[in-house]
């Protein structure tokens, strides 16, 4: 296989394993389309080395999701109608960076790797310089916005240094972003996030099979296995 072709394949490759999500037992993302939060993933149905792998529609980088951990403990958590609130403030501030990703997937992506596969130099030196052009841009709005997205100096220089060295990983800038907030909740408490009534039903059976599915990893008389039980009892649930 010629070496431009490895390259334009490496290059897509690169991208959709930035984009992908590994969860552990105990997290869950958040998915959220435009200002909505839409729904619930406990990623797939099969393990890597104890996660969870989750990949979110490559061709929709401006789509973000947030990551959860739901107590197992029984501990103290966030109050989930403010949780949900500040992911919506979030998404807000976040979508001139959004659209910024989708502008990055394009070149960097899309034509880049056709380019290379097709031999043609000048289109592909094109590609990448329009992919820096609007990740430094992306980068720029990041560091502006950096009180409202809740990131720090050191995050910041992460994200900008990620987006800019690695231009497969610019389209998921508004991914890396969203990476850095975080929230604990007590998974009984996820419905209270504010997703829409209609996925209700399908939420709530995803948290039971999930909370189900945890006791496996616990001893029976642990507390975590206790704290397990009494979230399920106080969703309804049982074993599916």
Not at 35 to 63: K, Q
Not at 103 to 116: D, K, T
Request: net charge positive.
């Amino acid at each position: 296989m010629p070496t431009e072709t490895l390259l334009a394949l490496a290059l897509v490759a690169v991208y959709l394993f930035d984009s992908a999500y590994f969860l552990r037992v105990g997290e869950t993302l958040v998915l959220a389309r435009g200002r909505v939060l839409s729904g619930l993933s406990f990623g797939g149905s099969f393990e890597l080395g104890g996660r969870r792998p989750y990949l979110p529609n490559p061709l929709m980088p401006f789509c973000v999701d947030f990551r959860i951990s739901w107590a197992l403990s029984g501990g103290p958590t966030a109050d989930a109608g403010a949780v949900g609130e500040q992911m919506r403030q979030h998404l807000t501030a976040l979508r001139p960076v959004s659209w910024v990703a989708t502008v990055c997937l394009i070149p960097i992506i899309l034509v880049a790797p056709v380019a290379l596969a097709l031999h043609a130099e000048l289109i592909f030196l094109a590609a990448v310089a329009a992919s820096v052009l609007a990740a430094a841009c992306g980068c720029v709005i990041v560091a502006l916005r950096r009180r409202d997205l809740g990131l720090n100096g050191w995050q910041v220089c992460s994200v900008v240094f990620v987006a800019l060295v690695c231009l497969p990983c610019s389209p998921n800038l508004a991914r890396a972003v969203t990476l850095h907030r975080k929230w604990n909740l007590a998974a009984r408490d996820l419905p209270q996030l504010g997703f829409d009534s209609s996925a209700s039903d399908r939420i709530h059976r995803q948290i039971v099979t999930a909370l189900s599915s945890a006791k496996r990893y616990v001893a029976e008389e642990s507390a975590e296995f206790k704290a397990i039980d009494e979230q399920l009892r106080q969703l309804g649930g049982c074993n599916p």
